[in-house]
């Protein structure tokens, strides 16, 4: 670098030579030049002229690491830092700072065939501070480096997902380029969840090639979960683990350490919420153990003219099964405290009676012995008490602290209206986006024998309704918008 900036110097001579002027200028070897805390030592010596220190060009251009050039047609060198361009002329006490003139104390000149410019104005203008120690004979220049602004983050790349398919115990989603993909595991009913990031559906098929190709797998779907995000959900019949492996063209979803399913629906058995039965089951009220005796076995009577119409209110997971969790919430507790709050409602109005899966006194006990409560235990319950209407209440839950909304699920027919009612209720008390009704084979929604839905209230991963549905005001206007739903749709059908 030095080696280089010499041969600037020798440059400089070669157009300067002959337009040297006579100054009263002095070397003075004994002063000393600090830029930035670090001893600069120019190949020769600092010069004062009128009691100015004038520097040889190519060590400001070294000692500040700015771009210094020289114009020898013009006899002006000019020097550029950043957005700053100072231009000085030999014998000139006036330069000029991005076009606007500044007037020097002392002219750049040159001396011995070498140009040298004022330090100190070359310094300030610049921005730097510059001093003098008398002490130690040190011109002392510091100057703040200002680092390059940050670079704006590179919006990602959108990908394309044109298709998913299914070979053997392997799900192959086809994308366009190489993106991101998360992974994570789901209850009730077993269930691996795939969102391929910066993503947009290019297939207008909902069909999956091969499905039904691994007994392993009961059911593959994908849908446009955020307008960023393509969710896969591949639904066992029993459980596995599984590896992720994604490049470029394709993201693949391979099971192992494949887990036989356990029958659908076990044995019946004596509902956990129900106290033994002398002639009818009895109702458990929420929370407290109180029980009340249930209407005769419900007829196919239409809703509207029955003298009771009986519902199951599930609150979802429960026990040791926490559910989804996030934002210092679990998913068990919001869906315990809307379905008590809904179950108090349907108490006092004489014509529904109700009958929770789960109150606190349950949860308490099958959190204390570690165990959860078995989505089997939930179907009997609905059945073996001939319920006419099922709610499963839950939480949702993503990858991205985006996702975000209210949807309703049901499994045939028979249930979409029902769904449609519920929803459409609901979404206006959340006030979360409206994700609509689905269908899907969750076992609750699916192996009930009456028209049967599943909720889900907002997105626990989302900081902003995770905080609303942790308030009991919000629990209560759900529970609120719930009942009302289920009012309407028993005096229409």
Request: charge should be positive; glycine fraction near 6%; proline fraction near 7%.
């Amino acid at each position: 670098m030095r080696k280089t900036l010499c041969g600037l110097g020798i440059f400089l001579v070669f157009f300067l030579g002959i337009f040297s002027v006579a100054v009263q200028a002095a070397a003075d070897p004994s002063i000393q030049l600090l830029i930035n805390g670090s001893k600069v030592k120019p190949e020769v010596p600092l010069q004062l002229v009128n009691g100015r220190t004038l520097v040889p060009v190519y060590t400001i251009q070294e000692g500040l690491g700015i771009k210094v050039s020289w114009d020898g047609k013009n006899r002006k060198v000019t020097v550029v830092d950043g957005s700053k361009k100072i231009e000085l002329t030999i014998g000139s006490k006036t330069a000029r700072v991005n076009g606007t003139q500044k007037k020097l104390d002392v002219a750049p000149v040159i001396i011995g065939n070498r140009t040298f410019l004022p330090f100190r104005a070359i310094g300030e203008l610049l921005g730097a501070e510059v001093d003098w120690e008398n002490k130690t004979r040190s011109v002392i220049l510091n100057k703040t480096v200002t680092p390059p602004p940050p670079k704006k983050p590179e919006t990602p790349q959108t990908v394309k997902v044109t298709s998913i398919q299914q070979n053997d115990q392997v799900i192959s989603i086809q994308i366009s380029g190489k993106t991101e993909a998360k992974s994570f595991t789901m209850s009730e009913p077993n269930r691996i969840v795939v969102d391929v990031q910066n993503a947009t559906l290019a297939t207008a098929s909902s069909a999956v090639p091969g499905q039904g190709t691994h007994p392993a797998i009961q059911n593959v779907r994908f849908s446009q979960f955020e307008p960023d995000v393509v969710r896969v959900v591949v639904e066992l019949a029993g459980s596995a683990k599984y590896d992720l492996v994604q490049s470029a063209s394709k993201v693949e979803l391979k099971l192992k350490d494949i887990q036989s399913p356990e029958p659908s629906v076990p044995p019946v058995t004596n509902p956990p919420v129900v106290t033994e039965p002398v002639e009818k089951p009895p109702i458990v009220a929420p929370g407290n153990g109180t029980t009340q005796q249930p209407n005769p076995t419900p007829t196919t009577d239409p809703l509207s003219l029955k003298d009771r119409v009986r519902i199951v209110v599930d609150a979802g997971h429960g026990g040791k099964d926490m559910g989804a969790t996030g934002n210092n919430a679990r998913e068990k507790d919001l869906t315990l405290g809307i379905a008590q709050r809904l179950a108090n409602n349907m108490m006092a109005d004489p014509k529904l009676e109700v009958i929770m899966t789960r109150d606190s006194e349950l949860d308490r006990q099958l959190t204390e012995r570690g165990v959860k409560q078995e989505l089997s235990e939930k179907v009997n319950i609905a059945n073996n008490n001939n319920a006419d209407l099922f709610i499963s209440i839950h939480i949702n839950s993503s990858t991205s602290a985006s996702g975000k909304g209210t949807e309703t699920y049901y499994h045939n027919d028979k249930s979409k209206g029902y769904a449609s009612t519920i929803h459409k209720h609901l979404v206006q008390a959340t006030g979360f986006p409206d994700r609509k009704i689905k269908q899907a084979n969750f076992q609750v929604i699916k192996y009930t024998k009456m028209p049967a839905i599943l909720i889900e209230v907002g997105f626990i991963s989302n900081p902003a309704e995770a905080k609303e549905m942790l308030t009991p005001e919000f629990q209560q206007r759900v529970a609120d918008a719930v009942y009302a739903g289920l009012k309407e749709y028993i005096e229409n059908n």
